[in-house]
């Protein structure tokens, strides 16, 4: 374990790490191309990659405080889920009213991932692991069946709806789709290291943590609804991507310990560094074709998630 | 007379539809120990955090006014993540006077400890510091444990019985919910509850004789 400063040191130079071979990185090699235009070209993405997992590893950080639980991940427990249904279902009823505002799209991303935090925390709340992870199954699986059914139902959205749920949409980005959902990325996350503190507290359980000053209720509202800005942003960027909001703040907690003051900033540079490298692998180590950045993801979250239950129940 | 830091007067309290607590009156004065003794669910733990207003009365009046800080304790203290004991004391408002209670507490060598691998007593040591940090102003200050004294052994239990006699003479009101005898009758008043209601209340000699006992736990008071 190292100390906060450095490790927060350790992860801006990951992120800065990551995004410049992100931005040099190509099928064909390294290299930004003639004037910088290849660089240029991959910039937009690079900076999505970046700001969604910023955003999704904070998120993970944000429920595991508040499940007290650190098998929480809001990509396993469905309202990543639900921000990609909120989309898909804009994407598939009203795709002219999807495009024709930047804003539109991340809040429906934000009006799903709400909705499935509610649900989490009526069916999951207040028990052991157990029961939040059977609640988080629950919601997970109707959130993937309702947008499996919106991609049937609408033929036209079907293949953006369907790269979305494989967590492909970073080869769309653009300038102009991705300035709004990166700063939305940004600002919640900037705006959940005030929970930090609130956070710590709740670990002692909400008896004590109410005797300390926090106020739990109010925590965990405000908290679901940064996770819900965060991945209704995020998925917009990117799609939907399980597993990073688990292993971001496991690797956080693993350098720099668990308090959330260096919790969550460093949660979310683990994101950002991951999903640009995931992104970065996926589209320029393979030279049959690419892989969605969450496939890469994939590949790496569920053998840690393994480990991580097994070790979170010896 | 000292006006009472809380006070209740016929309190009652229904969790998940069971009756917990019923018609019971009684009062936290400053600078006093009042002890909460009974058999195993008779309402002893609702009965403080009642106290810390974490449960709202069924009927009846709870009327509290503690003005220094309210510190509690519970029965089985946990953490979620694995502070190191250090910082788990950061989490009191006054991290100070926690690590200092820490170290009267004879605990202050595990600053450095995480508390995961801590024994069950050290742990203790380290959220009853907590909780006597948040209720050492000198004067208005409540400070509610359940169980202080479970899983300590004797230097430590006598610690903890010295540290509750500092923050009472400054003018704390101590509340203790306990199955130690010999702690309940170190207080100025004990409670006896059984089933949810008051049996007993009263200076400790008087309250809880020989009689109480055996009506309330159903055997022979040890050294009786």
């Known amino acids: 374990m190292i ?22 990185a190509g099928s064909t090699g390294m290299g930004w191309g003639e004037g910088g235009s290849l660089a240029l070209l991959r910039a937009p993405r690079a900076a999505a990659a970046a700001c969604a997992g910023l955003a999704l590893g904070v998120g ?20 990543f889920g639900g921000a990609l249904l909120g989309a898909a279902l804009l994407l598939g009823f009203a795709p002219e009213a999807a495009w024709s505002e930047a ?17 989490l925390a009526t069916f999951g709340g207040g028990g052991g692991s157990a029961r939040l992870l059977l609640a988080g199954l629950g919601v997970n699986a109707f959130t993937a069946a309702a947008t499996l059914i919106v991609a049937s139902v609408r033929p036209g959205a079907r293949e953006t709806i369907a790269n ?13 789709t991705v300035w709004l959902p990166a700063l939305a990325c940004v600002a919640a996350s900037l705006a959940a290291l005030r929970l930090a503190g609130g956070l710590d507290r709740l670990s002692l359980g909400d008896d004590v943590a109410v005797t300390l000053g926090c106020d739990p209720r109010g925590l965990r509202i405000r908290s679901a609804l940064l996770t819900s800005v965060a991945a209704g942003a995020a998925t917009c960027l990117v799609g939907q991507v399980a597993f990073l909001g688990l ?3 496991h690797l956080a907690r693993a350098l720099a310990g668990p308090s959330h003051r260096m919790l969550i900033p460093l949660s979310g540079l683990m994101g950002a560094a991951l999903l640009t490298a995931a992104d970065t692998v996926g589209r320029s180590a393979f030279t049959s074709g690419t892989l969605p950045a969450a496939a890469v993801m994939a590949a790496l979250g569920a053998p840690a998630f393994v480990w991580i239950a097994r070790k979170s129940h010896d | 007379m000292t006006e009472p830091l809380v006070q209740a007067w016929g309190l009652g309290v229904t969790l998940g539809g069971s009756r917990v607590l019923d018609g019971v009156s009684l009062a936290a004065e400053p600078a006093r120990t009042l002890a909460v003794v009974g058999p195993n669910g008779a309402g002893k733990t609702t009965l403080l955090r009642a106290f810390a207003g974490l449960v709202p009365p069924s009927d009846g009046e709870l009327r509290l006014r503690a003005t220094g800080g309210t510190g509690y304790c519970p029965q089985n203290p946990s953490c979620a993540w694995d502070f190191t004991m250090g910082e788990l004391l950061m989490l009191s408002p006054r991290p100070e006077a926690a690590r200092e209670w820490c170290v009267r507490l004879g605990a202050g060598g595990l600053m450095e400890r995480r508390i995961f691998v801590l024994s069950g007593g050290e742990r203790r040591m380290a959220h009853l510091a907590l909780a006597l940090s948040n209720a050492e102003e000198p004067y208005g ?73 055996r009506k309330t736990w159903g055997v022979q008071p040890s050294g009786a």
């Open chain 1, 60 to 79: 993970g950080a944000l429920q595991q405080g508040v499940f007290r639980n650190p098998l929480a991940d809001p990509g396993l427990t469905g309202v």
């Open chain 1, 3 to 24: 100390r906060g400063p450095a490790a927060l040191a350790l992860g801006f130079a990951l992120v800065a790490l990551t995004t410049f071979i992100a931005v040099s």
């Open chain 1, 247 to 249: 292993i971001a703040p």
């Open chain 2, 141 to 213: 200050s409540l400070l509610l444990l359940d169980e202080p004294t479970a899983d300590l052994d004797a230097g430590r239990r006598q610690a903890v019985i010295d540290a509750l006699a500092t923050l009472r003479s400054a003018g704390t009101s101590v509340v203790i919910a306990t199955h130690d005898f010999e702690l309940a009758h170190s207080a100025d008043t004990a409670a006896v509850l059984a089933e949810g209601r008051l049996i007993a209340i009263g200076p400790p000699d008087s309250s809880l004789t020989p009689e109480v006992v």
């Open chain 1, 164 to 176: 979305g749920a494989y967590g492909d949409w970073l080869g769309t980005a653009t300038p102009e």
């Open chain 1, 103 to 119: 804003w539109r799209l991340p809040a429906a991303g934000f009006v799903g991932a709400t909705l499935a935090s509610a649900a």
